[in-house]
């Protein structure tokens, strides 16, 4: 499983990135994802954007946070965690949470993007120039939110002004 499968999954919601704490994970930088409906973490080479681990957490109580962890590097963790990491339990992982572990990872897709959906939700495809998105990524970071955060303000800025108008008319 590769970066952009991920990234496109998620839909851009990148909340903060840092460097991977575990020296396992080669070139590893950990990639945080936040949506009102759930949080994913994602463990990337940088350079070969291979994934070593993704995890989403659901912000409903009622539903199991989910893990796959790429089969190619998973003996490599276990590996590194009993000799630097022993009182770490893997199945709890490190904040006590205990994951459904998903092996396939297709079967992880699905099972994260139905966490990651929102019911009655909808899309809107943007063309927008390099400059433009450049714009759009500047302001968000200024407001601390995603950008898909902030075309959601103001797509709904403007429908408001729309209607506000469509009504004085009336």
């Not at 919601?13 to 396992?24: D, F, L």
């Not at 080479?45 to 659901?58: D, K, L, Q």
């Not at 572990?101 to 063309?127: M, T």
Request: with cysteine; glycine share 2%; aromatic share 12%.
């Amino acid at each position: 499983m590769y970066f952009t499968t991920l990234n496109d999954l998620f839909a851009f919601n990148i909340h903060s990135s840092y460097s991977a704490e575990w020296g396992c994970f080669e070139h590893g930088r950990m990639v945080v994802y936040k949506t009102p409906l759930a949080s994913a973490k994602v463990v990337v080479n940088t350079r070969t954007h291979e994934i070593y681990e993704a995890t989403v957490h659901p912000e409903s109580f009622n539903k199991m946070p989910i893990r796959w962890m790429n089969p190619k590097y998973k003996s490599t963790i276990y590996e590194y965690r009993e000799l630097h990491h022993p009182d770490v339990d893997l199945e709890w992982a490190w904040l006590e949470t205990l994951y459904h572990n998903i092996e396939n990872s297709d079967e992880f897709l699905s099972a994260a993007g139905e966490l990651f959906e929102a019911e009655g939700s909808s899309s809107v495809d943007l063309d927008l120039t390099d400059k433009e998105f450049n714009f759009l990524l500047k302001e968000s970071v200024a407001k601390n939110i995603t950008v898909r955060q902030l075309v959601s303000n103001i797509i709904e800025e403007q429908l408001k002004k729309e209607i506000q108008c469509h009504t004085q008319k009336d």
